[in-house]
Protein backbone atom coordinates (compact mmCIF):
# COMPACT_ATOMS: atom_id res chain seq x y z
CA UNK A 1 0.00 0.00 0.00
CA UNK A 2 2.85 2.45 0.61
CA UNK A 3 4.53 1.72 -2.59
CA UNK A 4 1.38 2.16 -4.48
CA UNK A 5 0.63 5.56 -2.13
CA UNK A 6 4.19 6.82 -3.68
CA UNK A 7 3.80 5.78 -7.68
CA UNK A 8 -0.14 7.69 -6.89
CA UNK A 9 2.00 10.29 -5.47
CA UNK A 10 4.60 10.64 -8.88
CA UNK A 11 1.86 10.37 -10.79
CA UNK A 12 -0.18 13.58 -8.97
CA UNK A 13 3.18 15.70 -8.95
CA UNK A 14 3.71 14.39 -12.88
CA UNK A 15 0.06 16.05 -13.70
CA UNK A 16 0.68 19.36 -11.89
CA UNK A 17 2.00 22.38 -14.44
CA UNK A 18 1.19 26.00 -15.03
CA UNK A 19 -0.79 27.74 -17.60
CA UNK A 20 1.15 30.94 -17.70
CA UNK A 21 -1.22 33.87 -17.79
CA UNK A 22 -1.19 37.37 -16.79
CA UNK A 23 -0.11 38.93 -13.60
CA UNK A 24 -2.68 40.72 -11.85
CA UNK A 25 -1.55 44.05 -12.51
CA UNK A 26 -1.33 43.96 -16.54
CA UNK A 27 -4.94 41.95 -16.51
CA UNK A 28 -6.74 44.56 -14.52
CA UNK A 29 -4.39 47.58 -13.71
CA UNK A 30 -2.87 48.65 -10.61
CA UNK A 31 -4.78 50.15 -8.14
CA UNK A 32 -8.62 51.96 -8.64
CA UNK A 33 -8.13 55.16 -11.03
CA UNK A 34 -6.32 52.83 -13.29
CA UNK A 35 -8.86 50.02 -13.41
CA UNK A 36 -12.05 52.33 -13.74
CA UNK A 37 -9.85 53.95 -16.70
CA UNK A 38 -8.89 50.74 -18.97
CA UNK A 39 -5.37 50.18 -17.74
CA UNK A 40 -4.45 53.84 -18.65
CA UNK A 41 -2.06 56.19 -16.75
CA UNK A 42 1.28 56.03 -18.73
CA UNK A 43 0.20 59.73 -19.08
CA UNK A 44 -1.33 60.88 -16.20
CA UNK A 45 -1.40 58.75 -13.34
CA UNK A 46 -0.04 60.36 -10.06
CA UNK A 47 0.06 58.03 -6.93
CA UNK A 48 1.60 54.72 -6.06
CA UNK A 49 -0.36 52.83 -9.31
CA UNK A 50 2.03 55.17 -11.55
CA UNK A 51 5.09 52.57 -10.33
CA UNK A 52 3.28 50.52 -13.03
CA UNK A 53 1.85 52.65 -15.27
CA UNK A 54 4.69 54.87 -15.46
CA UNK A 55 7.31 55.44 -12.82
CA UNK A 56 8.02 58.79 -14.36
CA UNK A 57 4.50 59.79 -12.76
CA UNK A 58 5.41 59.09 -9.37
CA UNK A 59 7.11 62.80 -9.01
CA UNK A 60 3.82 64.73 -9.63
CA UNK A 61 2.20 64.86 -6.50
CA UNK A 62 4.20 66.66 -3.57
CA UNK A 63 1.39 64.76 -1.19
CA UNK A 64 2.38 61.54 1.07
CA UNK A 65 0.40 59.51 0.67
CA UNK A 66 -0.34 55.18 2.03
CA UNK A 67 -3.10 53.47 0.32
CA UNK A 68 -4.91 49.89 1.19
CA UNK A 69 -7.50 48.02 -0.87
CA UNK A 70 -9.28 44.78 -2.24
CA UNK A 71 -10.04 43.22 -5.17
CA UNK A 72 -11.64 40.12 -6.03
CA UNK A 73 -12.94 38.86 -9.32
CA UNK A 74 -15.65 36.12 -10.32
CA UNK A 75 -15.39 33.74 -13.80
CA UNK A 76 -18.21 32.15 -15.44
CA UNK A 77 -16.09 30.30 -18.50
CA UNK A 78 -16.24 27.34 -20.87
CA UNK A 79 -14.22 25.36 -22.08
CA UNK A 80 -14.92 23.22 -25.59
CA UNK A 81 -18.64 23.77 -24.85
CA UNK A 82 -17.88 22.82 -20.80
CA UNK A 83 -17.76 24.45 -17.91
CA UNK A 84 -14.44 25.84 -17.07
CA UNK A 85 -13.83 26.29 -13.28
CA UNK A 86 -11.15 29.31 -12.68
CA UNK A 87 -10.75 30.20 -9.02
CA UNK A 88 -11.91 33.19 -7.90
CA UNK A 89 -9.39 36.44 -7.13
CA UNK A 90 -9.36 37.57 -3.54
CA UNK A 91 -6.51 39.87 -3.33
CA UNK A 92 -5.45 43.08 -0.97
CA UNK A 93 -3.73 45.98 -3.03
CA UNK A 94 -0.91 48.15 -1.11
CA UNK A 95 0.78 51.25 -2.28
CA UNK A 96 2.59 54.60 -1.23
CA UNK A 97 3.51 57.49 -2.95
CA UNK A 98 6.50 59.66 -0.95
CA UNK A 99 8.23 62.68 -2.48
CA UNK A 100 11.66 62.75 -1.15
CA UNK A 101 11.54 66.01 1.25
CA UNK A 102 15.48 67.99 -0.44
CA UNK A 103 15.31 71.43 -0.48
CA UNK A 104 17.12 73.69 -3.13
CA UNK A 105 17.40 72.67 -6.67
CA UNK A 106 15.76 69.32 -5.65
CA UNK A 107 13.00 70.60 -4.03
CA UNK A 108 9.76 68.87 -5.62
CA UNK A 109 11.99 66.66 -7.96
CA UNK A 110 12.31 63.17 -6.58
CA UNK A 111 9.78 61.00 -5.30
CA UNK A 112 9.57 57.24 -4.36
CA UNK A 113 6.58 54.81 -4.70
CA UNK A 114 5.38 50.93 -4.00
CA UNK A 115 3.05 48.92 -5.20
CA UNK A 116 1.79 45.50 -3.73
CA UNK A 117 -0.79 42.77 -5.07
CA UNK A 118 -0.60 40.11 -2.31
CA UNK A 119 -3.33 37.45 -3.33
CA UNK A 120 -5.23 35.88 -0.03
CA UNK A 121 -3.71 32.90 1.01
CA UNK A 122 -0.89 32.00 -1.05
CA UNK A 123 2.12 33.36 -2.54
CA UNK A 124 2.51 31.39 -5.57
CA UNK A 125 -0.12 28.90 -6.98
CA UNK A 126 0.48 26.07 -10.18
CA UNK A 127 -2.58 24.36 -10.79
CA UNK A 128 -3.30 22.71 -14.05
CA UNK A 129 -3.62 19.29 -16.36
CA UNK A 130 -1.28 17.67 -18.39
CA UNK A 131 1.20 19.39 -20.84
CA UNK A 132 -1.67 18.06 -23.82
CA UNK A 133 -4.60 19.02 -21.63
CA UNK A 134 -6.47 22.15 -23.36
CA UNK A 135 -6.32 25.24 -21.23
CA UNK A 136 -7.52 28.65 -21.04
CA UNK A 137 -3.86 29.79 -21.24
CA UNK A 138 -4.43 33.09 -19.91
CA UNK A 139 -6.47 33.58 -17.80
CA UNK A 140 -5.63 29.94 -15.46
CA UNK A 141 -4.58 31.12 -12.14
CA UNK A 142 -3.72 34.57 -13.41
CA UNK A 143 -3.81 36.42 -10.13
CA UNK A 144 -2.21 33.95 -8.24
CA UNK A 145 0.83 35.48 -7.52
CA UNK A 146 2.18 38.15 -5.38
CA UNK A 147 3.42 41.18 -7.62
CA UNK A 148 5.85 43.99 -6.17
CA UNK A 149 6.60 47.11 -7.76
CA UNK A 150 9.12 49.73 -6.89
CA UNK A 151 10.14 52.97 -8.32
CA UNK A 152 11.43 56.45 -8.11
CA UNK A 153 10.34 59.51 -10.34
CA UNK A 154 12.73 62.60 -11.34
CA UNK A 155 11.89 65.96 -12.96
CA UNK A 156 14.41 66.78 -14.98
CA UNK A 157 13.06 69.50 -16.62
CA UNK A 158 9.57 71.70 -15.53
CA UNK A 159 7.77 70.12 -18.09
CA UNK A 160 9.56 66.94 -18.25
CA UNK A 161 9.61 63.63 -15.89
CA UNK A 162 11.34 60.30 -16.17
CA UNK A 163 11.35 57.20 -13.65
CA UNK A 164 12.15 53.68 -13.65
CA UNK A 165 11.50 50.86 -11.25
CA UNK A 166 11.18 46.62 -11.21
CA UNK A 167 8.58 44.46 -10.86
CA UNK A 168 9.09 41.29 -8.93
CA UNK A 169 7.59 37.99 -9.01
CA UNK A 170 7.50 34.97 -6.79
CA UNK A 171 9.31 32.13 -8.17
CA UNK A 172 9.51 28.46 -6.36
CA UNK A 173 12.38 26.38 -6.82
CA UNK A 174 13.65 22.78 -5.05
CA UNK A 175 14.12 19.29 -4.85
CA UNK A 176 11.78 16.43 -3.18
CA UNK A 177 13.37 13.16 -2.07
CA UNK A 178 11.64 9.76 -1.88
CA UNK A 179 13.46 7.16 -0.02
CA UNK A 180 12.56 4.50 2.56
CA UNK A 181 13.54 5.16 6.14
CA UNK A 182 14.90 3.08 8.60
CA UNK A 183 12.20 1.16 9.69
CA UNK A 184 11.66 0.84 5.73
CA UNK A 185 8.74 2.64 5.34
CA UNK A 186 8.74 5.01 2.38
CA UNK A 187 8.94 9.05 2.84
CA UNK A 188 9.67 11.87 1.45
CA UNK A 189 12.00 14.91 1.98
CA UNK A 190 11.43 18.41 0.43
CA UNK A 191 13.51 21.32 0.21
CA UNK A 192 12.13 24.18 -1.41
CA UNK A 193 12.50 27.79 -1.46
CA UNK A 194 11.01 31.09 -3.08
CA UNK A 195 13.01 33.05 -5.03
CA UNK A 196 12.54 36.44 -6.92
CA UNK A 197 12.08 37.23 -10.50
CA UNK A 198 12.46 40.85 -11.77
CA UNK A 199 11.48 42.92 -14.98
CA UNK A 200 12.43 46.54 -15.52
CA UNK A 201 9.92 49.43 -15.46
CA UNK A 202 11.36 52.56 -17.38
CA UNK A 203 8.42 55.36 -18.37
CA UNK A 204 9.04 59.35 -19.91
CA UNK A 205 6.29 61.74 -19.57
CA UNK A 206 6.07 65.37 -20.92
CA UNK A 207 3.52 67.90 -20.08
CA UNK A 208 3.08 69.49 -23.76
CA UNK A 209 0.96 71.84 -23.07
CA UNK A 210 -1.64 72.75 -19.97
CA UNK A 211 -4.31 70.93 -21.87
CA UNK A 212 -2.15 67.84 -23.20
CA UNK A 213 0.29 65.64 -21.48
CA UNK A 214 2.18 62.42 -23.18
CA UNK A 215 3.79 59.56 -21.82
CA UNK A 216 5.74 56.71 -22.72
CA UNK A 217 6.61 53.43 -20.30
CA UNK A 218 8.40 50.48 -21.27
CA UNK A 219 7.95 47.16 -19.01
CA UNK A 220 10.66 43.96 -19.59
CA UNK A 221 9.21 40.42 -19.75
CA UNK A 222 8.46 39.39 -16.51
CA UNK A 223 8.02 35.47 -15.16
CA UNK A 224 7.05 33.49 -12.16
CA UNK A 225 8.74 29.99 -12.65
CA UNK A 226 8.82 26.92 -10.94
CA UNK A 227 11.42 24.07 -11.21
CA UNK A 228 11.00 21.04 -8.73
CA UNK A 229 13.30 17.82 -8.95
CA UNK A 230 11.58 14.71 -7.79
CA UNK A 231 14.18 12.28 -7.10
CA UNK A 232 13.55 8.76 -5.67
CA UNK A 233 16.35 6.25 -3.62
CA UNK A 234 13.66 3.39 -3.07
CA UNK A 235 16.12 0.63 -4.51
CA UNK A 236 14.58 -2.71 -3.37
CA UNK A 237 11.81 -1.07 -1.50
CA UNK A 238 9.94 -0.85 -4.78
CA UNK A 239 9.92 -3.25 -7.62
CA UNK A 240 9.89 -1.19 -10.56
CA UNK A 241 12.03 1.51 -11.55
CA UNK A 242 10.77 5.06 -11.29
CA UNK A 243 12.44 7.52 -13.07
CA UNK A 244 13.79 10.99 -11.81
CA UNK A 245 11.14 13.42 -12.88
CA UNK A 246 11.61 17.33 -13.20
CA UNK A 247 8.42 19.35 -12.07
CA UNK A 248 9.41 22.59 -14.37
CA UNK A 249 7.43 25.25 -16.05
CA UNK A 250 5.94 29.12 -15.93
CA UNK A 251 3.26 29.90 -13.43
CA UNK A 252 3.28 34.02 -14.56
CA UNK A 253 4.20 35.10 -17.53
CA UNK A 254 3.87 38.95 -18.34
CA UNK A 255 5.27 40.02 -22.10
CA UNK A 256 7.77 42.51 -23.00
CA UNK A 257 5.19 45.64 -23.67
CA UNK A 258 5.33 49.20 -24.56
CA UNK A 259 2.40 51.51 -24.17
CA UNK A 260 2.00 55.08 -25.53
CA UNK A 261 -0.26 57.28 -24.36
CA UNK A 262 -1.98 60.88 -24.42
CA UNK A 263 -3.94 62.73 -21.93
CA UNK A 264 -6.07 65.29 -23.00
CA UNK A 265 -7.84 68.39 -20.68
CA UNK A 266 -10.47 70.17 -23.14
CA UNK A 267 -12.00 71.24 -19.84
CA UNK A 268 -10.72 71.67 -16.17
CA UNK A 269 -13.06 69.19 -15.03
CA UNK A 270 -13.06 66.43 -17.84
CA UNK A 271 -9.68 64.22 -18.79
CA UNK A 272 -9.82 61.90 -21.55
CA UNK A 273 -6.91 59.22 -22.05
CA UNK A 274 -6.11 57.29 -24.88
CA UNK A 275 -3.29 54.91 -25.94
CA UNK A 276 -1.69 51.90 -27.44
CA UNK A 277 0.01 49.00 -25.51
CA UNK A 278 2.18 46.59 -27.81
CA UNK A 279 3.31 42.95 -25.99
CA UNK A 280 5.65 40.72 -27.14
CA UNK A 281 3.37 37.40 -27.29
CA UNK A 282 5.80 35.96 -29.65
CA UNK A 283 8.45 35.22 -27.02
CA UNK A 284 5.75 33.03 -25.58
CA UNK A 285 6.54 29.23 -24.78
CA UNK A 286 5.36 26.68 -23.74
CA UNK A 287 3.89 26.70 -19.51
CA UNK A 288 4.79 23.41 -18.76
CA UNK A 289 8.14 21.11 -19.37
CA UNK A 290 7.89 17.58 -19.96
CA UNK A 291 8.68 15.55 -16.77
CA UNK A 292 10.77 12.81 -18.50
CA UNK A 293 13.05 12.88 -21.25
CA UNK A 294 11.28 10.49 -22.93
CA UNK A 295 8.48 12.30 -23.45
CA UNK A 296 7.12 13.47 -26.99
CA UNK A 297 8.47 16.93 -27.57
CA UNK A 298 5.76 19.71 -27.47
CA UNK A 299 4.56 22.15 -30.50
CA UNK A 300 5.60 25.72 -30.21
CA UNK A 301 2.57 28.02 -28.94
CA UNK A 302 3.03 30.09 -32.16
CA UNK A 303 1.83 33.36 -30.15
CA UNK A 304 1.92 36.29 -32.44
CA UNK A 305 2.61 40.34 -31.04
CA UNK A 306 -0.39 42.35 -30.43
CA UNK A 307 -1.42 46.21 -29.99
CA UNK A 308 -4.15 46.44 -27.14
CA UNK A 309 -6.14 50.08 -28.19
CA UNK A 310 -7.31 51.99 -24.61
CA UNK A 311 -9.60 54.71 -24.14
CA UNK A 312 -10.96 56.54 -20.86
CA UNK A 313 -12.04 59.72 -19.59
CA UNK A 314 -12.32 61.11 -15.94
CA UNK A 315 -15.50 63.73 -15.11
CA UNK A 316 -14.40 65.55 -11.65
CA UNK A 317 -16.79 68.03 -9.66
CA UNK A 318 -15.56 70.15 -6.65
CA UNK A 319 -17.95 70.70 -4.01
CA UNK A 320 -16.10 72.50 -0.87
CA UNK A 321 -13.83 70.04 0.54
CA UNK A 322 -15.00 67.06 -1.43
CA UNK A 323 -13.74 66.02 -4.45
CA UNK A 324 -15.53 63.49 -6.94
CA UNK A 325 -14.81 61.97 -9.89
CA UNK A 326 -16.57 59.90 -12.15
CA UNK A 327 -14.95 57.70 -14.51
CA UNK A 328 -15.35 55.23 -17.64
CA UNK A 329 -13.11 53.05 -19.79
CA UNK A 330 -12.69 50.30 -22.62
CA UNK A 331 -10.07 48.52 -24.14
CA UNK A 332 -10.12 45.22 -26.24
CA UNK A 333 -7.17 42.88 -26.01
CA UNK A 334 -6.42 40.73 -28.82
CA UNK A 335 -5.58 37.07 -28.31
CA UNK A 336 -2.02 36.35 -29.31
CA UNK A 337 -3.04 32.45 -29.88
CA UNK A 338 -4.08 31.23 -33.32
CA UNK A 339 -6.89 29.40 -33.74
CA UNK A 340 -7.80 26.13 -34.97
CA UNK A 341 -10.02 22.70 -33.53
CA UNK A 342 -6.32 21.14 -32.25
CA UNK A 343 -5.22 23.58 -30.19
CA UNK A 344 -4.04 22.98 -26.32
CA UNK A 345 -3.34 26.98 -25.22
CA UNK A 346 -6.77 28.36 -25.76
CA UNK A 347 -7.18 32.19 -25.94
CA UNK A 348 -10.34 34.57 -27.39
CA UNK A 349 -10.07 38.60 -27.30
CA UNK A 350 -11.59 40.51 -24.96
CA UNK A 351 -14.07 43.13 -24.78
CA UNK A 352 -13.40 44.98 -21.57
CA UNK A 353 -15.63 47.98 -20.35
CA UNK A 354 -14.47 49.28 -17.29
CA UNK A 355 -15.89 52.34 -14.83
CA UNK A 356 -15.25 53.59 -11.34
CA UNK A 357 -14.93 56.38 -9.07
CA UNK A 358 -14.09 58.16 -6.35
CA UNK A 359 -14.72 60.83 -3.58
CA UNK A 360 -11.72 62.87 -1.97
CA UNK A 361 -12.14 64.57 1.32
CA UNK A 362 -9.69 67.31 2.60
CA UNK A 363 -9.90 68.44 6.25
CA UNK A 364 -7.58 70.47 8.08
CA UNK A 365 -4.85 67.47 9.00
CA UNK A 366 -4.90 65.13 6.14
CA UNK A 367 -6.84 64.37 3.09
CA UNK A 368 -8.92 60.67 2.31
CA UNK A 369 -9.33 59.43 -0.78
CA UNK A 370 -11.94 56.54 -1.42
CA UNK A 371 -11.98 54.92 -4.37
CA UNK A 372 -13.78 52.10 -6.43
CA UNK A 373 -13.70 50.10 -9.69
CA UNK A 374 -15.34 47.37 -11.84
CA UNK A 375 -14.34 45.91 -14.91
CA UNK A 376 -16.40 43.34 -17.54
CA UNK A 377 -14.65 40.96 -19.17
CA UNK A 378 -16.35 39.16 -22.03
CA UNK A 379 -14.68 36.95 -24.55
CA UNK A 380 -15.02 36.98 -27.59
CA UNK A 381 -13.93 35.45 -31.28
CA UNK A 382 -13.29 31.71 -30.23
CA UNK A 383 -16.06 29.12 -29.82
CA UNK A 384 -13.70 26.95 -28.00
CA UNK A 385 -13.16 29.57 -25.25
CA UNK A 386 -15.37 31.77 -24.38
CA UNK A 387 -17.68 33.21 -21.20
CA UNK A 388 -17.30 36.70 -19.05
CA UNK A 389 -16.14 37.81 -15.59
CA UNK A 390 -16.54 40.16 -13.02
CA UNK A 391 -14.22 42.13 -11.73
CA UNK A 392 -14.68 44.62 -8.53
CA UNK A 393 -12.43 46.44 -5.80
CA UNK A 394 -11.66 49.53 -3.38
CA UNK A 395 -8.96 51.46 -2.09
CA UNK A 396 -8.54 53.59 0.75
CA UNK A 397 -5.89 56.30 0.73
CA UNK A 398 -5.05 58.72 3.72
CA UNK A 399 -2.09 61.36 3.54
CA UNK A 400 0.23 61.54 6.17
Known amino acids: MRAAAAIAGFAIAAALGGAASASEPDLFGMGARSGAMAGTGAADAEGYDAAFSNPAGLVGPTRRR ?27 VLGADLPLPFGGVLKDRLAIGFAFYLPVGVINRVQDGFPTDPRLALLNDRTQVVSVLVGAGARVHRRVTVGAGVLALAALVGQIAIRPDASGHITTVAEEQLVVSYAPVIGVRVDVARWLKVGAVFRGESKSGYDIEVKNSLGASLPIQVPTLHIAGTAQFDPMQASL ?44 DTVVPRIAGEATLERGAFRLRGRLGYFFEWSPAPQGPTRVLLDANRHVLTFGGGVEWTGRLTTLQLDAFGQWHHLDGNPLAAGDFGVFGFTIGVDL
Open 66 to 92: LTVGYVLARYHLALENQHKHVDQTDGI
Open 261 to 304: EAAFRPRGWLALDGGLTWKHWSAYSNPVENATPGAPPQSPPNYA
